[in-house]
């Protein structure tokens, strides 16, 4: 169909990444702003990607490992989903993805949508940087940050890296529990879909 209608594969390829890339920027705006990203914007996007599959129609073995691709993707996905791991909408958008642009990549080599997914595991870890930073800022203002915990330094490093003090918690879970006179770290996944965000105010959260 490529050449039926002579577009390049190098074309195509730019169609997608700029097709994913609006894709993401429109669910990262609006889950910022509301936390929530409508499913008719996976629905869109996810025609989009049937309709990009159909280009690919003179080449099988393409669209056979984009077929394996977006069900190994849509079979994790699912799973991580519906233990909590993440959320419905990061289920939906790396399914979407995995369809949209499934080789993409700035090496000049085919890149698996499963190898997109571990990448984006590895990026989310610049999420523990972003915790360590705040807290410190946090320390060198002189908040007490750690007052009325009864914890041990080890344990006290761990929430250091893993979760961070906030004034006034915004879309985080909580973190501490108390006991007593006193408060405990809790280092326990919440479930994505139905746990609530922590409002408490002077609390340590994590994402």
């Known amino acids: 169909m490529n050449e039926f209608l002579n577009i390049s594969d190098q074309n195509l390829l730019v169609v997608r990444i700029c ?32 309709v990009l599959v159909l280009f690919e129609i ?5 669209i056979a490992n984009i077929g394996i691709g977006v069900g190994i993707i849509a079979s994790v996905s699912i799973v991580l989903w519906r233990f909590g791991i993440f959320g419905g909408a990061d289920a939906f958008a790396l399914i979407v993805v995995s369809g949209i642009a499934p080789f993409a990549t700035l090496s000049g080599n085919l890149i698996s949508p499963f190898t997109t997914m571990i990448n984006g595991v590895f990026l989310s870890m610049i999420m523990l940087l972003l915790n360590v930073s705040k807290n410190s800022y946090s320390l060198i203002s002189k908040k007490a940050i750690f007052d009325g915990f009864s914890e041990s330094r080890k344990r006290k490093i761990i929430a250091f890296i893993i979760g961070r003090w906030e004034k006034n918690p915004k879309y985080g879970f909580s973190m501490q529990e108390n006991h007593g006179n006193s408060k405990k770290f809790v280092f326990e996944l919440h479930h994505a879909e139905n746990s609530d965000f922590c409002t408490s105010p002077n609390s340590w959260i994590m994402p």
């Open 19 to 50: 097709l994913a890339t609006l894709m993401l920027g429109i669910a990262s705006y609006s889950d910022l702003k509301n936390r929530h990203v409508n499913d008719i914007l996976w629905i869109i996007f996810g025609g989009l990607a049937v």
């Open 58 to 62: 003179d080449d099988m073995s393409k």
